[in-house]
């Protein structure tokens, strides 16, 4: 009998209740790891290289928008990671997709739905809902910034999502148990690679990305 380890990182503990029950009845025996915030979901990451797949919401405590995925698709490129979002227009889940996601799964979609969604992504599928149509990227500045975004290290990814919440130098440089310097250097990296000349425009940048987010 297979054996599975998941990593479920939502903020809403019955909809994690959900995901539990959808992953519990897959064939097998399953190891499921919660959390309830970004910097869990990093640990739990971090701490299971074993894992299988990673069920990621896009709107946790700790992040913004598409900054989670790219940070954890960065740092731990051989885990699969599948968008679960209330937030499943067309662009969002296309965004998903360009930025690493290997499925995107609605909110709105059954328990059923949901076990096949994981079960095609660990098949080596990528899993989009019925509705989805495919498609390119529409703005070419998005479609630009986008194989920007893909150049950044896993520490720069951070550091640029942390920036979108609004954290100084010093913030980022305890929460990340580096110098003030180091942080420093990351930005003027980042500046460099997103083409702008202060913070404010990288994350105005990074705003641009999470625009089809709000809804």
Do not use: C
């Not at 990093?42 to 299971?48: E, N, P, Y």
């Not at 731990?76 to 296309?94: E, G, K």
């Amino acid at each position: 009998m297979t054996s599975s380890t998941f990593i479920i990182a939502d903020d809403h503990p019955l909809f994690r209740g959900a995901l539990r029950q959808a992953v519990t009845g897959i064939d097998g025996d399953q190891t499921i790891i919660e959390a309830g915030d970004f910097e869990a979901a990093r640990k739990a990451a971090s701490t299971h290289p074993e894992a299988d797949l990673m069920l990621l919401d896009l709107s946790m405590p700790g992040v913004s928008g598409f900054s989670g995925l790219m940070s954890l698709r960065a740092e731990f490129a051989s885990l699969p990671i599948v968008i679960v979002s209330a937030t499943d227009d067309p662009t969002t889940i296309r965004r998903a997709l360009e930025l690493g996601a290997s499925g995107f799964i609605s909110k709105s979609s059954g328990i059923d739905d949901i076990r096949a969604a994981i079960q095609s992504v660990l098949e080596g599928d990528i899993w989009t809902p019925k509705f989805y149509q495919g498609g390119q990227e529409q703005d070419p500045d998005v479609a630009d910034l986008i194989n920007r975004l893909r150049t950044l290290t896993p520490q720069q990814s951070r550091v640029l999502g942390m920036l979108g919440e609004g954290l100084l130098n010093k913030q980022i440089a305890y929460e990340l148990g580096v110098s003030e310097a180091t942080i420093k250097a990351h930005v003027s990296a980042i500046l460099l690679k997103l083409k702008v000349d202060s913070r404010t425009q990288a994350v105005i940048q990074l705003g641009k990305i999470n625009m089809a987010m709000v809804a």
